[in-house]
């Protein structure tokens, strides 16, 4: 039999399962709201545990800071302007903090960069509409310092203990309980003996990372040279009777130069030494201004009837070099940098009996040498004693094997740095024992000689060989200057400051100066304090120029509490703007994005604060890879 369609027990079926289904339906909603609200609720918590975990990293792991000024250069840039010389093609940086306020970073009405020196060759550039880029951004690391003591040389960010809300970035000098002096442009100590002993950097690579270039061949002042102002590097020989440069004549048999960078000597018939020899023949803007003025022909050129005289190295800085600014200064330069590298690239083409290469260092009265083998490839130290003029006796200090084997290029440094003698083969640092590192008493002559006006020079014998790269860098040399009182006046290293530099080229007179006015300064530690200094000497506000407003017993030192973290990487130092002749966009006519937000800088005046014509970010750029790493 068929069943009717008003059955009651299929109507009760049928309701049931709509109500079941309405059931599932509305239970499914639920859920989905409730995962929607689980999966919001998850997201938010994600964010706040991501936040949380950012602040304890920064907090306890490591956080980003920019560098606003010059005080490390040139191991870490502030604001600054990248500069080409159009003379000579060395590229440099001038510092350019002092063009705005540091507390909000606006521009000073009128403080603008105008000029700079080239640390090279000297020649003045205009580089008031060069692009300016903003410090370095690194990273510092904040459990370093739970776990270890920082070592000397550290470079470490700290509470400034005048403000203790400013951070600070200088080097570590000085350790817990030591008794420091700086003394002519060198740091020293207490040793356990109870006399003052050099502080050498303690890893001779890194001091090679503070090293700042005097001058780098590959970049000669060949606008100058063809007017006939004479070259640093030149073959000379010693003359026994007087003349020339500090004891040097000229030699026409000897150094020949192939190219405007290189030299060539070929002298393996001749067992006589043959020398190439820089003498610091510095070039002025004035001298620029002159060939460019009066032309090559004219006689009223003065190094035409009287050749330019040498001069000591002095601790000049092209990042501190600038006119324009607030006190803006085109030379700084005062104290004779006697901390000297010199490096070459050593092409030996042939060998004989006999064959020698020498590279010698000139400090004041003492001058030292290496002396390499190309045969054997042993190389020795020496200590060179000059009796009268030619009269040399030598005093080996000690003696390595090098790679300097047969024919072939080496790359070659010879350096004499905080005391420490080092060479460097193929960027493989030779070991010569103890003896490397001198002993200079505190008797001894501290003073510039006539030699340090020809301070580096090269030599071979019985072989024929090239050299090209030729590089002369110095140390820091740090200012013995000090404060007198709590708000920070200070006194300098020499009142006669201003006036060394007239004396540069006469090293007995400037030794009178600088002995007359001259200081040295000490500092005392207690066992939880560090001395810290700016690799920047001359514009670096460090323990030396600290004043006292908080009533420390000893105003120049970091306590152990306030060290924040150890500078550890630069991972991103400005970027490289390239279009518009490599200034990027905008340039300062581009009105147009005049008012767009962080194109143009703003300036303050009278009060108020008003858009300028001076670009402070420019597009495109690329990233500026060579200089991200590890800070030394």
């Not at 800085?317 to 330069?333: A, I, K, P, V, W």
């Amino acid at each position: 039999m068929l069943e009717s369609d008003n059955n009651p027990s299929a109507l009760h079926q049928f309701l049931s399962f709509v109500k079941k289904k309405k059931t599932d339906k509305a239970d499914a909603t639920a859920e989905k709201k409730n995962a929607k609200q689980d999966g919001t609720r998850e997201t938010f918590e994600s964010i706040v545990v991501a936040f949380v975990l950012a602040f304890l990293f920064r907090a306890f792991e490591a956080e980003a800071f920019v560098i606003p000024t010059g005080s490390m250069a040139p191991t870490l840039l502030g604001r600054h302007k990248d500069v080409d010389c159009p003379k000579c093609g060395m590229h440099f940086t001038v510092g350019a903090s002092d063009e705005v306020f540091p507390n909000t970073g606006k521009l000073q009405p009128n403080m603008r960069l105008e000029t700079t020196a080239c640390p090279n060759c000297r020649f003045e550039i205009d580089m008031y509409d060069m692009p300016v880029f903003k410090g370095d951004r690194i990273l510092v690391t904040k459990f370093t310092y739970e776990f270890d003591e920082p070592d000397r040389w550290d470079v470490v960010v700290f509470k400034y203990p005048e403000e203790p809300k400013t951070n600070y970035i200088k080097r570590v000098v000085g350790l817990p309980g030591e008794r420091l002096r700086i003394l002519r442009g060198d740091i020293y100590k207490i040793g356990t003996s109870g006399d003052w002993e050099i502080v050498r950097k303690s890893d001779p690579y890194k001091q090679d990372d503070l090293q700042i270039v005097i001058y780098d061949h590959d970049h000669p002042e060949t606008g100058l040279h063809e007017f006939g102002w004479p070259h640093r590097w030149a073959s000379v020989k010693p003359s026994t009777i007087g003349g020339g440069i500090a004891g040097w004549i000229d030699d026409d048999q000897g150094w020949t130069a192939p190219t405007a960078t290189s030299f060539l000597l070929e002298g393996a018939d001749s067992d006589k030494a043959k020398w190439l020899r820089y003498r610091h023949i510095v070039p002025s803007p004035q001298v620029w201004n002159a060939v460019e003025e009066l032309g090559t022909e004219n006689e009223e050129l003065e190094w035409k009837n009287t050749p330019p005289s040498p001069e000591l190295i002095l601790d000049f800085c092209g990042y501190n070099s600038y006119t324009g600014g607030n006190g803006g200064q085109l030379f700084r330069e005062s104290y004779w940098c006697n901390d000297l590298t010199f490096g070459c690239e050593v092409d030996v083409k042939k060998i004989a009996d006999g064959a020698e290469l020498m590279l010698e260092i000139n400090e004041g009265v003492r001058r030292y040498r290496c002396r390499i083998n190309p045969a054997s490839g042993e190389a020795k130290l020496f200590r060179v004693v000059e009796f009268n003029r030619g009269e040399l006796e030598e005093e080996e200090l000690g003696s390595a094997a090098s790679d300097v084997r047969g024919e072939g290029s080496y790359h070659i440094r010879f350096t004499n740095v905080d005391n420490r003698l080092c060479v460097w083969v193929d960027n493989s640092l030779l070991d010569f024992g103890e003896k490397a590192n001198l002993s200079i008493p505190e008797t001894a002559n501290p003073n510039p000689q006539e030699g340090d006006l020809t301070p580096i020079g090269i030599a071979a014998k019985s072989m024929d060989v090239a050299v090209e790269h030729l590089v002369i860098k110095r140390d820091i040399y740090y200012r013995s200057e000090i404060v007198q009182n709590e708000f920070g006046s200070g006194r300098l290293e020499s009142r006669h400051e201003s006036s060394l530099r007239h004396d540069r080229h006469d090293p007995e007179q400037w030794a009178l100066q600088y002995n007359d006015g001259m200081q040295a300064v000490e500092f005392e530690l207690a066992d939880d304090e560090y001395l810290v200094l700016g690799d920047n000497s001359p514009r670096s506000k460090d323990s030396r120029l600290w004043g006292n407003q908080r009533r420390a017993e000893r105003r120049h030192a970091v306590p152990r509490s306030a060290l924040v973290g150890k500078a550890f990487f630069i991972y991103w130092p400005h970027g490289i703007p390239f279009l518009n002749d490599g200034k990027g966009y905008p340039d300062s006519g581009d009105s147009m994005l005049r008012n767009a937000p962080y194109f143009f800088h703003n300036q303050v005046r009278d009060g108020k604060v008003e858009k300028t014509s001076y670009p402070g970010f420019r597009v495109p750029f690329y990233p500026n890879v060579g200089r991200m790493k590890r800070i030394r």
